[in-house]
């Protein structure tokens, strides 16, 4: 009987658990180890800031693995021994026969630090009460949406971001007294999606008045002023900031023999093999190369990453064959109106990524949605979480004017 570990509940763990609980025999062990008892997707937290779900309705605890098959761990992973496949957790030390670290990514702690008072990580789940509040008292300044660095997760989530909360201004009759801006570090908007993309955004914000500020990297961040200073001294002032931290490899992960030069995992990015034997790596804690820059960090690829790296693993216990992963993927840009538009390709492809735009249309965003159903569904069923007292303190009650 193999016992199998894998590391992380998130969109790369959850496929590589679930295709290995399909591939393995019955009798043999899956246990995932994660410190968050829940899964939900990134997107989500949009929706709840703009009123369209609360976040709890798509949220899924990870107990529910149990009835499938595969054991939950709640508890933190401290230490990572490839070479003997042995991990240190705060549920004490586990060995297996195959190992997939998934443990996503965390955020660049220096930028972490500067974001307090009205200055918020857009990204976590943490902030929404904060975010919702301010939102709710905002009918002058400016509105500033800021990239703090790359990498950073799900690229085109800031810009969805901007633009959902200016249609959200906009539908209370607030947005003429608000300036709405977003700023990033990069050249582009999105360099990753190539030109189409990018005139498409482009074009998206400037019909809504969005102040774009590309090649603005933050140099520093005072709350008490209000006030992002860029490099080269430029400063903006702001009623209320929305950051983006850069993605940062958890601390695990950077400290173990995983890791490469800059913390990161780089496996295979055919089969997310590492140079441990039966040790791979999915998601958001590994640096995968292209021709032009890297595979962003995005649910779909740690997914997909965590599926092969599945596949690999079950065929290195028991044989069999070896799918490998082709850099084929997508990327949703969620837009006003209840529209998404796509970015599809081959993010492998050389020079560089062959990706083209789809326009939104009327059956994109149900697409979206029956995407994140899908999911929850599959891996975790269709019921929500119970909320805790905790979630009952964070849980979202729509700012109504
Ligand atoms: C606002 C927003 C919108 C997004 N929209 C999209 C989108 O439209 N499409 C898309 O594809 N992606 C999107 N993403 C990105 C997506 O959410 C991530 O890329 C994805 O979650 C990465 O999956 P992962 O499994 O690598 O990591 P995660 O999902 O972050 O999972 C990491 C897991 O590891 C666990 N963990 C971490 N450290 C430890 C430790 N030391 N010990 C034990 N457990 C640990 C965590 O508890 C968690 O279970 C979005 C993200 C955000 C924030």
Redesign the pocket.
Known sequence: MAHVLV???????LAAAHELRRRLPPGDDITV????DR?F???A??WDLVGFRPLLDGVRPLERLDERGIRFVR????AIDPATRTVQ?TAGTLTADGLVV????TYQPAHAAQLHQDAYN??HADALPGIRAALSELTSGRLLVCVLGTPY??P??PFE?TLLLDEWLRARGRRAGVDVAVSTPAQLTLPVAGDDANRYLAGELKARDITVLTDHAVESIDPDARQVRFRGGQTHEWELLLAVPAAAP?P?VAESPLAGSDGWIEPDRHTFATDADRVYA????TLIRTATAQLP??????EAA?RIAAANLATDLYGGDRPTFDGYGY??LELPGQRVATVTGDFYAEPEPAVRLALPDDASFRAKQQWEQDRLTAWLGTDPIRPSSADHEQESTYVAD
Not at 7 to 13: A, N, Q
Not at 75 to 78: C, F, G, K, R
Not at 102 to 105: P, Q
């Open positions: 590391l992380g509940g998130g969109f790369g763990g180890v994660a410190t968050s899964f997707v990134g997107f937290k949009l508890a933190e992973v401290t957790t998934a443990l996503g990514a857009l990204y997760l799900c085109p989530a971001a958890p695990v999915a998601g958001d804690c960090k995005a649910g779909v690829f740690a965590g990327c949703f």
